[in-house]
């Protein structure tokens, strides 16, 4: 499907925000999901057009990275970390219970296009594992009965609140903060607990501190080596 001239605006709105166009190129894959659901032949183009770069390179970027979907997925995009430590916690008993509860499989969604789940690896949230991820955002310390209520909530059409972040709104939402940030959710939640600065506080407790960063070693020159 062509690209809009709205879609076009909003892609060269990126890249005047860095230094360098190429350097838009995630963002702006992540608005594309957010407006078209996916990223397409056509809206790799357009990319490759405001970046300044081949189709090939845009291709490449959109390729590598799981996060870029070529295809549709759903209004709900629920991962499941299972990473060694959300692994070792239950993350695949979380992910089995889900995949029952909504009968698909890995990075497949359900009929209806409601729910699509996706096993993804370690979102560095690993002091509230097991940690799923509805929309992109954290569900801390799930077990498979609370990650299986999450979306029967959802799925009733309840207002589900993040563990440490926003209401859940939808992906495609999610998608257009990861092109442009300022979407006033900032400050919603809990972003930093106990928990997660125990370790903090157990250093200083002890009076640690981090070593100190040595100086760069000299460039090597005929007077380095003399
Ligand atoms: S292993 Fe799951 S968040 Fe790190």
């Given at each position: 499907?062509?690209?809009?001239?709205?879609?076009?605006?909003?892609?060269?709105?990126?890249?005047?925000?860095?230094?360098?166009?190429?350097?838009?190129?995630?963002?702006?894959?992540?608005?594309?999901?957010?407006?078209?659901?996916?990223?397409?032949?056509?809206?790799?183009?357009?990319?490759?057009?405001?970046?300044?770069?081949?189709?090939?390179?845009?291709?490449?970027?959109?390729?590598?990275?799981?996060?870029?979907?070529?295809?549709?997925?759903?209004?709900?995009?629920?991962?499941?970390?299972?990473?060694?430590?959300?692994?070792?916690?239950?993350?695949?008993?979380?992910?089995?219970?889900?995949?029952?509860?909504?009968?698909?499989?890995?990075?497949?969604?359900?009929?209806?296009?409601?729910?699509?789940?996706?096993?993804?690896?370690?979102?560095?949230?690993?002091?509230?594992?097991?940690?799923?991820?509805?929309?992109?955002?954290?569900?801390d310390d799930v077990t498979p009965s609370s990650a299986v209520d999450v979306v029967d909530r959802l799925a009733r059409g309840e207002e589900v609140a993040s563990t440490r972040g926003p209401v859940i709104r939808d992906w495609r939402a999610s998608e257009r903060t990861l092109a442009f940030p300022e979407d006033g959710l900032a400050g919603e939640g809990t972003p930093v607990d106990a928990k997660m600065l125990a370790?903090?506080?157990?250093?200083?407790?002890?009076?640690?501190?981090?070593?100190?960063?040595?100086?760069?070693?000299?460039?090597?020159?005929?007077?380095?080596?003399?």
């Open positions: 499907m062509p690209i809009s001239d709205s879609t076009r605006e909003q892609l060269d709105e990126l890249v005047a925000r860095y230094p360098r166009p190429r350097s838009a190129l995630m963002p702006m894959l992540h608005l594309l999901q957010s407006i078209e659901g996916e990223v397409t032949p056509d809206g790799i183009g357009a990319c490759a057009d405001a970046a300044g770069v081949s189709a090939a390179e845009a291709t490449a970027v959109a390729s590598f990275y799981t996060m870029y979907k070529r295809r549709p997925g759903a209004t709900h995009h629920i991962g499941v970390c299972v990473n060694t430590m959300c692994g070792l916690l239950g993350g695949d008993a979380v992910y089995d219970a889900l995949a029952q509860r909504l009968g698909v499989g890995h990075d497949q969604a359900t009929e209806d296009g409601a729910f699509w789940l996706e096993r993804i690896e370690c979102q560095a949230a690993c002091t509230h594992a097991p940690v799923m991820t509805v929309d992109w955002e954290f569900m370790g903090l506080a157990v250093a200083k407790e002890r009076g640690m501190a981090a070593p100190g960063v040595p100086d760069p070693a000299p460039t090597a020159g005929p007077e380095a080596t003399a």
